[in-house]
């Protein structure tokens, strides 16, 4: 079982950068494909971007790909979404998730068990 505690959200004007992070619990993290999604109010929950168990592999929405970025330090028991660019269009709630899969990490949220809480991002002037 794998505990995710996201943070490092916070208020960050257009054209600016930040990175979240996702904190991991439990001794089979390092086994697991790792993905962010994001929920705006009024809007479906959507895919950003994932990163196998190694990070060997990783996949992003088209929206975010040339913009963010994913990595992991297993040794930390966390992942990291690093964004630059940002647009108002960004601002959301960002969620981690995290299942154990071998192949390429998913992009659908249903195909992940273990669930963060989320962190406001917002992007204003």
């Known amino acids: 079982q794998v505990q995710l505690v996201e943070s490092g959200g916070g208020l960050v004007q257009p054209g600016g950068s930040l990175t979240i992070s996702c904190a991991a619990s439990?001794?089979?993290?390092?086994?697991?494909?790792v993905g962010w999604f994001r929920q705006a109010p009024g809007k479906e929950r959507e895919f950003v971007a994932t990163i196998s168990a190694r990070g060997g592999r990783s996949d992003y929405a088209d929206a975010v790909r040339d913009r963010f970025a994913i990595s992991r330090d297993n040794t930390k028991n966390t992942v990291y979404l690093r964004m630059i660019s940002l647009k108002p269009e960004d601002t959301a709630v960002y969620y981690c998730?995290?299942?154990?899969?071998?192949?390429?990490?998913?992009?659908?949220?249903?195909?992940?068990?273990?669930w963060g809480q989320g962190t406001q991002v917002t992007v204003s002037s």
């Open positions: 439990g001794r089979t993290f390092s086994s697991s494909t």
């Open positions: 998730a995290a299942v154990l899969t071998p192949g390429l990490p998913p992009r659908r949220s249903r195909d992940y068990d273990y």
